[in-house]
């Protein structure tokens, strides 16, 4: 393995993956997230979406935990007629696990570089007329409200469909312990690579850690807008990658 460690960012079981990907690439990985994903309290919203999910021509899932929240509220029996839009492999893969078919999963093309809502939209505004309806599934702040970017229901807006939103999971500070704050003092002074795919994150980050200087720090962002906020944040170094195995490598290996 590689003496450099990799400081992987993502909610916990989202990370699992990534640490094992990394790992049998032969990269020292190890998990610190920066976000804890938690339920709703109250879960009639998701299942209220469910009974109107037929009115539906299309479901926006911003993230893997917005496909496993919206699920598990399924009622028994029931299927999904509308189509599925999913903002990455990730969240395709996890639409997959619960039962949606390949052939009504929209997911942005690999080649694109990219994978967010720009992207997405990309592969799905010509199935967008006017009147049509689209739900979308996204997650909260820790009081459960609507968090995140509307830019794709804009565009929705603007093709003179209409949306819903519903939250399923609520994104939460992380509560370090002396062992994590021990490895993020270690990875500021330059000791690791941080691996972000998230601005929330980088903000969690500085809210834990506020008298910490990052100019030292070398990390690695799987979009512009989070390599610019981890710039904001003082990085002394960022580099942008795609959030694709092969590529994260190439660019952590740049780093080491």
């Given at each position: ?161 209409s949306y819903d939103t519903v939250v399923a999971y609520r994104r939460l500070p992380p509560a370090f312990d002396s062992a994590a704050l021990a490895i993020a003092a270690d990875s ?69």
């Open positions: 393995m590689s003496a450099t460690r990799v400081i992987v960012t993502r909610p916990a079981r989202e990370a699992i993956r990534w640490v094992d990907d990394l790992r049998n690439a032969g990269l020292d990985a190890v998990a610190l997230p920066l976000i804890d994903i938690a339920p709703m309290a109250d879960v009639t919203p998701l299942r209220a979406a469910w009974v109107q999910i037929a009115g539906y021509a299309a479901v926006m899932f911003v993230s893997v935990n917005a496909v496993e929240e919206f699920f598990r509220q399924r009622p028994t029996g029931a299927t999904v007629k509308p189509r599925c839009w999913a903002t990455g492999p990730g969240t395709a893969r996890a639409l997959a696990q619960v039962g949606v078919v390949s052939t009504a999963i929209d997911v942005p093309d690999a080649a694109s570089g990219s994978f967010d809502s720009e992207a997405l939209w990309l592969q799905v505004r010509l199935q967008v007329k006017p009147g049509m309806r689209v739900l979308i599934v996204r997650g909260g702040d820790a009081a459960g409200n609507a968090a995140g970017r509307d830019w794709l229901a804009h565009e929705i807006e603007v093709a003179q469909a500021a002074a330059g000791g690791a690579i941080w691996l972000f795919s998230s601005s929330e994150a980088i903000g969690n980050l500085r809210c834990m850690m506020p008298n910490t200087s990052w100019n030292k720090a070398r990390a690695v962002a799987t979009h512009a807008r989070i390599a610019e906020a981890a710039r904001a944040a003082g990085f002394g170094t960022v580099v942008l990658s795609q959030p694709l195995k092969d590529a994260l490598v190439a660019s952590i290996e740049s780093l080491a």
